[in-house]
């Protein structure tokens, strides 16, 4: 009887100490949160906006999406949630309801995230001050805010699965390529799009017109040829271009948020990544200007 009790007593300390060591990092998870740029789009565009709380406005050619609420409010944010739920979105891009997200919503790219981090991200948000701010409704021209052609185009467009690392690349190279390919979905906004929304095949990270109409960096060697590795970092963390030009008002968000809170580790694997791309050549402007 001593000896069984005592073999149990064991056994729950053992499965105590794995549930602690298991536990999700609420810290490391804001550092990822941070690294995914998560508070630009969900953090509306005013003097005193609660951070997390939804509202931004992001125009595109479909019509304007607004970011939702993401603090831990049971009816306005994600209270209700489950990490479950969470992962659901962020790895599939589906609504608690089993819904389409719609891809301004970056879940190609987030699909790529570790579960492990996804957990820890989860702890974070989980952590923030709940906000009451009601979610506003997309303001989108049909037929794009039938949230059922989703489908059709994730069919088309969206591959979910884990992040592969690159045959052959340093530990430092793969460290960037995860922080762009899927942290930093950096190709979101630097790989040119078609008339659907859809990447253009063979011209990831190219560059081109942006949503905005506005042309967006070329991020291939070709696009950073001119760069060194030092003008690069000053840039990620500063904003400072190497010929003194300003950056886009998207672009000094990001680096505001995100790139200029990265580890010194983590913007040198991100350049090194970057670096090791196939450069592909911007296409020829058309027309003037």
Not at 104 to 121: C, H, N, Q, V
Not at 145 to 163: E, S
Not at 213 to 234: C, F, I, M, Y
Request: proline share 8%.
């Amino acid at each position: 009887m001593f000896c069984a009790r005592t073999v149990s007593a064991a056994l729950l300390f053992l499965i105590a100490i794995c549930a602690s060591a298991q536990a999700a990092d609420a810290a490391r998870g804001e550092y990822l949160v941070r690294a995914g740029g998560c508070v630009g789009c969900h953090t509306e565009a005013k003097k005193g906006a609660v951070p997390f709380a939804g509202g931004r406005a992001l125009p595109t050619p479909f019509g304007t999406f607004y970011g939702p609420n993401i603090t831990p409010h049971p009816q306005a944010g994600l209270g209700r949630w489950s990490e479950e739920d969470f992962v659901r979105a962020m790895h599939h891009g589906r609504r608690p309801d089993g819904g389409n997200y719609f891809p301004a919503f970056p879940y190609p790219s987030f699909t790529k995230i570790a579960l492990d981090d996804l957990r820890d991200m989860w702890a974070y948000l989980k952590s923030l001050p709940p906000s009451g701010r009601v979610n506003q409704p997309h303001a989108l021209r049909i037929p794009y805010g039938w949230r059922f052609g989703v489908t059709v185009w994730k069919w088309l467009y969206f591959r979910p699965g884990t992040f592969v690392h690159v045959a052959g690349a340093t530990a430092q190279v793969n460290r960037g390529a995860y922080l762009v390919q899927a942290l930093g979905h950096c190709g979101e906004c630097h790989t040119p799009r078609n008339a659907l929304g859809g990447p253009e095949s063979g011209r990831t990270l190219a560059g081109g017109r942006g949503i905005d109409g506005k042309n967006v960096p070329n991020l291939t060697p070709a696009g950073l040829e001119l760069w060194t590795d030092a003008e690069l970092r000053s840039f990620f963390l500063t904003g400072e271009t190497r010929d003194g030009d300003s950056v886009s008002e998207a672009m000094e968000e990001v680096i505001q948020n995100t790139t200029s809170k990265l580890r010194p580790d983590d913007l040198a694997a991100m350049i090194a990544y970057l670096r090791s791309l196939k450069p592909i050549a911007d296409k020829p402007r058309q027309g003037k200007g």
